[in-house]
C-alpha cells in the first residue's frame, strides 16, 4: 500500500514545483540578467582555460598524454592496489582481486594504462593494445576499474585514427563487451552490464568524431581565411598594377601628344620668327597654351593617387577627365601645328558614357599625335567618330607626308602608342587596328557598348 501510494503520488509531487514555479515566473523573471552576468565571466574564463589548454596540448603533446596516464593511475589504477578486496567500493564490481598478486595486478594495469602514451600517433596500435589487456583481465577473472583506458583508447581512435578502421574496431568492442558482460553474469546483471558497457563506448565514439568533424571545420574556416587573404592580396596587386598602367597610359597620351605639338610649333616658329615676329610671337603663345594645357591635364591624373582626398585641395581647382566634346580644341591646337584635320561625328555622341568618351578621346589623342610627330606639317587628316547603340566606330586617317610612310610604327614592332590604344580598346571588348593605308596611315578602333550578361 505504501508503494502505491509512493508511486501514485510521484506524479503529484512533480507537478506542485512546476506549479509552482509557473505561478512564481513572473517575479522571478528580473532575476535572469543577475544570472546571465554571473555566468558570462565565468563562461569566459573557461573558454579562455581551455584554449590555453589546446595551445599548450599543440606545443607539448607528450606532456599532456603524460598527464592523462598519470591521472588515470591515481584515480582508477591506485584505488585497486591500496584497497584490493577489503575496499570501500561494491565487491560486486571486482570479481576476484584476492586471485591476483600485486605483480599481477600492475601487469595488467600497465597493460591498460600504458598505451595511451600513443594514442596520438598511433591510435590503432594503442586500441590494440588496450583491448587485449581488457579481454585478458576478465579471462583472468579480474575487474579493474582502469578499464575505462579503452574508452578513452576508443574515443582516441575516432579522433585521430583513420575513418575506415572505426567498424572493425566498432565490432572487436561490441564482441569484447558481450564476452564481458557474458563473464560478468555472476556477479552483476548482463543487461546492465551490457547497457553500461555499450552506452559508454558508444559516447565515447561519438565524442571522438564530434571532436573530429569540429577540428576539421576549424582547419577548413582557417584555410580559407588564409586562401582569402591570398586573394585579397592579389587583387590589391592586380588593381594597383591596373592603377599603374592606367596612370602611364595617360602620361604617355598627355606628354607625348602635348610635347608633339610643342615641338612642332617650336620648329615651325624658328622659321616664321625672322621675317614676320607676330607669327612668332603667336607660336610662342601657342607653345605656352599648349604647355598649360599638358599641365593641367597632368594634374588631373596624378590628383586621383592623391593618399588624403579628404583633405583640402591645393592649387587650381581640378576639372573632370576631358571627353568627346573637347575633341575640337584638341583638334584646334594640332591645327595650330600645322595638321589640317577635318573632324565628323555622327550619331549620338554626346549620349555616351563618360568612360567610353575618355576612352575615345585618348585614342583620337595618340592618333593624332602619331599623324603629326611622323606626317608633319601639311599632312590632311580625316577624323570620324560614329555612335551607334551597340558600338562606336572612330576612324583617324591622314594623306602621309608625300605619301611616305616610313619611319611610322609598323604593327609587329609596337611602340607604346599602339599598345596604349590596343589596351584602352580592350577594356570595351573592342578592337583597334593600325597600319598604312595607301600612301598615308589609318588608325581605326571599335568599341563594343553591349552590355555584359550577369547572368552568365
Not at 602620361?251 to 602635348?258: A, E, K, L
Request: proline letters at 5%; one cysteine or more.
Amino acid at each position: 500500500m505504501t508503494s502505491r501510494a509512493a508511486f501514485t503520488g510521484a506524479p503529484a509531487a512533480a507537478a506542485s514545483p512546476a506549479a509552482a514555479a509557473s505561478v512564481s515566473a513572473a517575479p522571478a523573471a528580473p532575476a535572469a540578467p543577475a544570472d546571465a552576468g554571473v555566468m558570462g565571466p565565468l563562461v569566459a574564463r573557461l573558454s579562455r582555460a581551455g584554449q590555453r589548454l589546446r595551445q599548450a596540448d599543440r606545443a607539448h603533446p607528450w606532456a599532456l598524454d603524460t598527464a592523462l596516464l598519470v591521472l588515470v593511475f591515481l584515480v582508477f589504477c591506485l584505488p585497486d592496489l591500496l584497497h584490493g578486496e577489503d575496499g570501500d567500493g561494491p565487491r560486486r564490481f571486482r570479481l576476484a582481486f584476492a586471485r591476483l598478486p600485486v605483480a599481477g595486478m600492475l601487469a595488467l594495469q600497465a597493460g591498460l594504462v600504458v598505451p595511451l602514451l600513443w594514442r596520438r600517433r598511433r591510435p590503432a596500435v594503442a586500441f590494440g593494445a588496450v583491448m587485449g589487456a581488457f579481454v585478458l583481465q576478465f579471462a583472468l577473472g579480474a575487474a579493474l576499474r582502469a578499464d575505462i583506458a579503452l574508452f578513452i583508447a576508443l574515443y582516441s581512435l575516432a579522433l585521430h585514427g583513420r575513418l575506415r578502421q572505426l567498424p572493425w574496431a566498432c565490432g572487436v568492442t561490441a564482441a569484447a563487451i558481450a564476452l564481458v558482460a557474458v563473464r560478468a553474469s555472476a556477479a552483476v546483471s548482463v543487461g546492465d552490464a551490457l547497457f553500461f558497457l555499450f552506452s559508454t563506448a558508444t559516447a565515447a565514439l561519438a565524442l571522438g568524431l564530434m571532436v573530429r568533424v569540429r577540428r576539421a571545420q576549424l582547419a577548413g574556416l582557417r584555410d580559407r581565411a588564409a586562401r582569402l587573404e591570398v586573394e585579397r592580396d592579389q587583387r590589391g596587386r592586380l588593381a594597383a598594377a591596373a592603377e599603374r598602367a592606367r596612370v602611364a597610359r595617360d602620361m604617355h597620351d598627355i606628354v607625348g601628344h602635348n610635347l608633339a605639338v610643342i615641338i612642332t610649333l617650336a620648329d615651325a616658329g624658328g622659321y616664321a620668327g625672322a621675317p614676320t615676329p607676330e607669327r612668332g610671337t603667336e607660336v610662342l603663345h601657342l607653345i605656352g597654351e599648349t604647355g598649360r594645357q599638358a599641365l593641367g591635364e597632368l594634374r588631373r591624373v596624378l590628383g586621383v593617387l592623391r593618399e588624403d582626398s579628404s583633405g583640402p585641395k591645393d592649387g587650381p581647382e581640378l576639372h573632370p577627365q576631358p571627353g568627346l566634346g573637347d575633341i575640337g580644341a584638341l583638334c584646334e591646337g594640332v591645327r595650330a601645328a600645322g595638321l589640317d584635320v577635318v573632324y565628323r561625328t555622327a550619331g549620338a555622341v554626346e549620349a555616351l558614357d563618360s568612360g567610353v568618351q575618355l576612352t575615345v578621346y585618348r585614342i583620337v589623342q595618340e592618333a593624332l599625335t602619331n599623324s603629326l610627330k611622323h606626317a608633319g606639317a601639311g599632312t590632311r587628316v580625316n577624323l570620324a567618330i560614329i555612335a551607334e547603340p551597340s558600338r562606336v566606330t572612330l576612324r583617324v586617317q591622314d594623306t602621309g607626308a608625300d605619301g611616305d610612310t616610313r619611319g611610322r610604327e609598323p604593327v609587329n614592332e609596337e611602340g607604346h602608342g599602339l599598345v596604349g590604344m590596343r589596351e584602352r580598346a580592350a577594356l570595351y571588348r573592342g578592337s583597334l587596328r593600325a597600319g598604312p593605308d595607301g600612301t598615308g596611315w589609318t588608325v581605326e578602333a571599335v568599341l563594343d557598348l553591349t552590355p555584359l550578361d550577369g547572368a552568365g
